[in-house]
């Protein structure tokens, strides 16, 4: 069976991991499955030239590729960098639909979670998910990966396409410290 590994968008000896137009496709994959406006629905991201100029944005995102063997079947990207705690986001595309999600999740965020810097800390105790709670299917996934059900916020996110803030459930992966 294959396994699910994370490949990190980063710059290696010069040379980056992934084109530009390669970073600009996954967007457009995005689009084409159905998932703009509810992966993207705060419309901070509307292009794949806008995803490709945050990825880069220095600080901003690390943007990694999960496959399942040679299969490419989504991304996860971290943001909001607070010490050892972040925000994840993610997606996964429709060539993975019908395969186990759930696993694969669970894979791709254990690899996160255990991530070791340079010097062999960990980088992250944290994981943190804010998703619309109008995305059941989302929430369904992600305590499917593993992470957990903190609550709900009110008018805890924006919604571009109501124009109006929009309950958000938070999610949480700890790492046992």
Same mark, same amino acid.
């Given at each position: $069976?294959?396994? *699910? +590994?994370? $490949?990190?968008?980063?710059?290696?000896?010069? #040379?980056? *991991? !992934?084109?530009?137009?390669? &970073?600009? %496709?996954?967007?457009?994959? =995005?689009?084409?499955?159905?998932?703009?406006? #509810?992966?993207?629905?705060?419309?901070?991201?509307?292009?794949?030239? %806008?995803?490709?100029?945050?990825?880069?944005?220095?600080?901003?995102?690390?943007?990694? &590729?999960?496959? @399942?063997?040679?299969?490419? #079947?989504?991304?996860?990207?971290?943001? @909001?960098?607070?010490?050892?705690?972040?925000?994840? @986001? !993610? *997606?996964?595309?429709?060539? /993975?639909?019908?395969?186990?999600?759930?696993? $694969?999740?669970?894979?791709?965020?254990?690899?996160? =979670?255990? $991530?070791?810097?340079?010097?062999?800390?960990?980088?992250?105790?944290?994981?943190?998910?804010?998703?619309?709670?109008?995305? +059941?299917?989302? =929430?369904?996934?992600?305590?499917? /990966?593993?992470?957990?059900? +903190?609550?709900? =916020?009110? @008018?805890?996110?924006?919604? /571009?396409?109501?124009?109006?803030? +929009?309950?958000?459930?938070?999610?949480?992966? *700890?790492?046992?410290?």
């Amino acid at each position: $069976m294959p396994e *699910t +590994v994370i $490949m990190p968008y980063c710059e290696v000896d010069g #040379i980056r *991991t !992934f084109k530009d137009s390669e &970073v600009m %496709e996954m967007y457009s994959k =995005i689009e084409r499955d159905g998932l703009k406006d #509810i992966v993207f629905s705060s419309g901070d991201i509307n292009s794949p030239e %806008e995803f490709l100029k945050e990825m880069n944005r220095p600080g901003a995102a690390l943007l990694y &590729v999960v496959y @399942h063997g040679d299969l490419q #079947i989504g991304i996860i990207w971290l943001t @909001h960098f607070e010490g050892r705690s972040c925000r994840v @986001h !993610f *997606t996964t595309f429709s060539e /993975a639909w019908k395969m186990d999600v759930a696993a $694969m999740g669970r894979s791709s965020s254990q690899q996160i =979670i255990n $991530m070791r810097s340079s010097s062999g800390e960990y980088v992250f105790d944290v994981l943190l998910g804010l998703v619309p709670s109008f995305n +059941v299917r989302a =929430i369904r996934a992600l305590e499917k /990966a593993g992470l957990q059900h +903190v609550g709900e =916020i009110p @008018h805890g996110m924006w919604n /571009a396409k109501e124009r109006k803030t +929009v309950p958000a459930t938070l999610m949480c992966l *700890t790492r046992e410290v």
